[in-house]
């Protein structure tokens, strides 16, 4: 009965920097013999022990075989990716595990009763040296890489996908930052995370999808993006880096210019205004009223100048976004952002949405190309914009709030998700009634 069942913890390091990935492996084993069977008292979660101290990721489950003390046992562990948040020693506590063993003996069927529990483990967690201009906030050993077209069309989006692999906290990898790509709009990415070991968390990727709309024709380059972190093996911040890619960009297959269709005096005339304009069919008609027949000749005569007008127009304003990229922004910032609001309920974290989408309508409205500042960025940087200390103050809460959460671990709740989406609706709704009204002032 004492060999039937035997747990044990241990850690792959104990010795680590603040944020980097200690693997806690929770192994139960049973004994392999048939017969026997084992029931945990109390059916459901898995008891961990407490990890105060440290952020925790994703638990990997699956089976074993392994020998203990000259017998084989059926092992089932159970890996957890910690991070330790803060410098000093922390302790993961002892690993308590309660239930029965069952059997046939000679003397029948048997059920025992038997309580386990394992040893604290300390980890001596070493401060992080400071932190150089540009730095991800990352921990870990990583490469970067980017894809993307060679040949692309002016003013029709293209996929640029950064990639970043390597064994670190993912949630610690922040929005790189890119250069400037003066000849292009980039929007704001969506951000993906693959786990590519099947049986952990020691190698992964993060991945961000931009579009890229090249405003200009010619030959240019994406850059090469630089992403810099924290190498515990080093003992030093290093960067990794892409490769510059070249790009040609093609003029756009539409046209811009004003083009008449007619016929003789008395036929069918087709006028084409511009790409998005309709054709117009003006016709005439021996069985009309009239009235319509004296109206005919006032229509023919209105209708072009009112159409070209309207054509005018609408290519001046389409020239407008393509020439001024940080106005496009600011234009669509609010359908963006409400877009991705309305589809908050279905994220698997939704306080992280949320952080993501506030803070990318914030750098479409302030035409910011970096998108992955937090909220001790947010405060000063609305401040210099001159955005009013109420509005400022809501949205530096929202996403400390969002930001706790997240670091915390816990799931938010129903009611919380209602209320700090409401309240993000409300300061995104006073934002955009304070930049109307700057708006107004400097026209």
């Given at each position: 009965?004492?060999?039937?069942?035997?747990?044990?913890?241990?850690?792959?390091?104990?010795?680590?920097?603040?944020?980097?990935?200690?693997?806690?492996?929770?192994?139960?084993?049973?004994?392999?013999?048939?017969?026997?069977?084992?029931?945990?008292?109390?059916?459901?979660?898995?008891?961990?022990?407490?990890?105060?101290?440290?952020?925790?990721?994703?638990?990997?489950?699956?089976?074993?075989?392994?020998?203990?003390?000259?017998?084989?046992?059926?092992?089932?562990?159970?890996?957890?990716?910690?991070?330790?948040?803060?410098?000093?020693?922390?302790?993961?506590?002892?690993?308590?595990?309660?239930?029965?063993?069952?059997?046939?003996?000679?003397?029948?069927?048997?059920?025992?009763?038997?309580?386990?529990?394992?040893?604290?483990?300390?980890?001596?967690?070493?401060?992080?040296?400071?932190?150089?201009?540009?730095?991800?906030?990352?921990?870990?050993?990583?490469?970067?890489?980017?894809?993307?077209?060679?040949?692309?069309?002016?003013?029709?989006?293209?996929e640029l996908v950064l990639r970043i692999i390597g064994r670190g906290n993912p949630d610690a990898i922040s929005n790189p930052r890119?250069?400037?790509?003066?000849?292009?709009?980039?929007?704001?990415?969506?951000?993906?995370?693959?786990?590519?070991?099947?049986?952990?968390?020691?190698?992964?990727?993060?991945?961000?999808?931009?579009?890229?709309?090249?405003?200009?024709?010619?030959?240019?380059?994406?850059?090469?993006?630089?992403?810099?972190?924290?190498s515990p093996e080093q003992e030093a911040y290093v960067s990794a880096e892409s490769e510059p890619i070249p790009v040609r960009v093609?003029?756009?297959?539409?046209?811009?210019?004003?083009?008449?269709?007619?016929?003789?005096?008395?036929?069918?005339?087709?006028?084409?205004?511009?790409?998005?304009?309709?054709?117009?069919?003006?016709?005439?008609?021996?069985?009309?009223?009239?009235?319509?027949?004296?109206?005919?000749?006032?229509?023919?005569?209105?209708?072009?100048?009112?159409?070209?007008?309207?054509?005018?127009?609408?290519?001046?304003?389409?020239?407008?976004?393509?020439?001024?990229?940080?106005?496009?922004?600011?234009r669509r910032a609010h359908a963006h952002y409400q877009k991705r609001m309305d589809a908050i309920t279905e994220a698997d974290d939704?306080?992280?949405?949320?952080?993501?989408?506030?803070?990318?309508?914030?750098?479409?409205?302030?035409?910011?190309?970096?998108?992955?500042?937090?909220?001790?960025?947010?405060?000063?940087?609305?401040?210099?914009?001159?955005?009013?200390?109420?509005?400022?103050?809501?949205?530096?809460?929202?996403?400390?709030?969002?930001?706790?959460?997240?670091?915390?671990?816990?799931?938010?709740?129903?009611?919380?998700?209602?209320?700090?989406?409401?309240?993000?609706?409300?300061?995104?709704?006073?934002?955009?009634?304070?930049?109307?009204?700057?708006?107004?002032?400097?026209?």
């Amino acid at each position: 009965v004492e060999d039937a069942i035997l747990i044990e913890t241990e850690v792959d390091k104990q010795r680590v920097y603040q944020g980097e990935q200690i693997e806690l492996t929770l192994r139960l084993m049973q004994l392999d013999v048939r017969g026997i069977h084992v029931r945990p008292a109390r059916r459901g979660t898995l008891p961990l022990p407490a990890t105060e101290g440290f952020y925790t990721s994703e638990i990997s489950d699956y089976t074993t075989m392994t020998s203990r003390n000259g017998f084989d046992y059926l092992a089932r562990e159970f890996v957890q990716p910690l991070y330790p948040t803060r410098p000093g020693v922390l302790e993961i506590s002892p690993w308590a595990w309660q239930g029965y063993i069952e059997g046939r003996t000679q003397y029948g069927f048997q059920q025992v009763y038997r309580e386990y529990q394992t040893d604290p483990i300390q980890i001596e967690v070493l401060p992080l040296p400071e932190q150089p201009s540009g730095a991800s906030g990352a921990v870990g050993r990583f490469e970067i890489s980017v894809v993307f077209d060679d040949d692309i069309q002016q003013g029709v989006p293209a996929e640029l996908v950064l990639r970043i692999i390597g064994r670190g906290n993912p949630d610690a990898i922040s929005n790189p930052r890119l250069p400037e790509i003066s000849w292009a709009h980039l929007s704001s990415p969506d951000i993906s995370v693959n786990r590519l070991d099947p049986e952990s968390w020691r190698q992964m990727e993060k991945i961000f999808r931009y579009n890229l709309t090249a405003l200009e024709t010619g030959d240019f380059e994406v850059p090469e993006i630089t992403f810099t972190y924290f190498s515990p093996e080093q003992e030093a911040y290093v960067s990794a880096e892409s490769e510059p890619i070249p790009v040609r960009v093609r003029p756009s297959a539409e046209s811009t210019a004003l083009v008449t269709f007619g016929g003789s005096q008395g036929q069918d005339q087709v006028e084409i205004l511009g790409d998005d304009v309709f054709s117009i069919l003006l016709a005439a008609s021996a069985l009309q009223p009239a009235g319509a027949r004296l109206a005919a000749p006032l229509l023919s005569f209105v209708m072009p100048p009112l159409f070209f007008l309207g054509a005018f127009l609408l290519q001046r304003q389409r020239r407008h976004l393509l020439d001024n990229p940080a106005y496009a922004r600011r234009r669509r910032a609010h359908a963006h952002y409400q877009k991705r609001m309305d589809a908050i309920t279905e994220a698997d974290d939704p306080s992280l949405e949320i952080h993501r989408t506030l803070v990318g309508y914030l750098a479409d409205k302030l035409n910011l190309r970096d998108k992955g500042f937090t909220a001790h960025d947010v405060k000063p940087m609305l401040d210099a914009h001159g955005v009013p200390e109420t509005i400022a103050t809501q949205i530096d809460n929202i996403l400390r709030t969002c930001e706790r959460k997240r670091y915390s671990g816990a799931q938010i709740s129903g009611d919380e998700m209602v209320a700090l989406k409401s309240a993000t609706q409300d300061v995104v709704d006073a934002y955009e009634s304070w930049s109307k009204q700057e708006a107004r002032r400097s026209e």
